[in-house]
């Protein structure tokens, strides 16, 4: 199989980092606001769905944590006998989600033997945590509405093939006060259960939007106001100097070839993060959150 080309790009292949130029090849595919807290959600993967991995989730915070903000995706629970939190139990019968009993040698099989699941486990499908690009529009626009206001942003993954790196992708989009996180359903790691724990609970916290075409989605957001940011090496803004004065869209790419061409040809702005002349690149997730902290001076939270 033919390699496909990076755009002027001097980082060997074998780099890891999103921090790099556009790259040629742009295949076709089909086409609430998220807070701030960081808790993490513990996470066991044991096999898969088919509308999305189903995973297990453990322990009294990362249960609450799914079904205070994505009870949706939770498909069943299971307590232990003596498990005597009450505020968790009337959560869970007010989220209509069935209860079964745990027993001592279901927690080992399911999580682990040596997890501390405070005598709580639940299944995760992480399908169920996605979000589609058109629903997320209408709700972000009011069915258009309104415009996108000033402060809003968010973050387009383009082909992060690390679980880790999206998963901690999420967690800076939460912490920095990201309005969604759009994530392509192919040639890109899907929302799994190594996503989940990395995100550290974020994941059921800022809204996950499925995007089939991933220049479709830049050229639908440009369309109702956001100016579309690629980061590259050699961009032409310096972070630091950017006002972020407009609905922001943050595109970020590959971990080895940094973003598309053709997507990059669609950013409005190549930004650059000034580094030490020691350091070449930074990893994906770390060059997303520099960016979306420089974002955050520009509009603080609190």
């Not at 249960?63 to 005597?84: S, T, Y």
């Not at 139990?89 to 069935?98: M, N």
């Not at 279901?106 to 005598?119: I, N, P």
């Amino acid at each position: 199989m033919r390699r496909r080309e990076r755009h002027g790009s001097h980082h060997h292949s074998k780099k890891r980092s999103s921090y790099q130029q556009g790259r040629r090849g742009s295949r076709t595919r089909n086409t609430n606001v998220g807070g701030r807290a960081m808790r993490n959600a513990p996470v066991a993967m044991p096999r898969t769905s088919g509308s999305g991995e189903k995973v297990y989730i453990y322990g009294r915070h990362a249960l609450a944590e799914a079904l205070e903000h994505a009870p949706q995706a939770v498909r069943r629970v299971f307590l232990a006998p003596e498990m005597d939190d009450a505020e968790l139990r009337a959560l869970i019968k007010k989220s209509g989600i069935e209860a079964g009993a745990l027993r001592s040698g279901d927690a080992g099989q399911m999580v682990g033997r040596e997890t501390a699941h405070q005598g709580v486990v639940a299944i995760l499908n992480t399908g169920s945590l996605m979000v589609p690009f058109d629903q997320f529009m209408h709700s972000l626009t009011d069915g258009g509405r309104r415009a996108a206001k000033a402060d809003t942003m968010l973050v387009l993954l383009d082909e992060l093939t690390d679980p880790h790196n999206v998963g901690a992708v999420i967690r800076s989009a939460a912490a920095f006060g990201a309005a969604g996180v759009l994530i392509p359903s192919h040639n890109q790691a899907p929302v799994t259960g190594v996503v989940v724990k990395t995100s550290a609970g974020m994941a059921f916290r800022v809204p996950l939007v499925a995007i089939g075409n991933v220049n479709q989605a830049v050229d639908a957001l440009k369309k109702e106001g956001f100016k579309a940011y690629g980061l590259v090496m050699d961009g032409d803004m310096n972070i630091m100097n950017e006002p972020f004065d407009a609905p922001t869209l943050v595109v970020v790419g590959n971990e080895g070839e940094g973003i598309r061409e053709k997507t990059l040809e669609r950013c409005d702005v190549r930004l650059r993060i000034p580094m030490d002349s020691r350091a070449e690149s930074l990893n994906a997730s770390v060059s997303a959150a520099v960016v979306l902290y420089q974002w955050s001076v520009k509009h603080p939270l609190i």
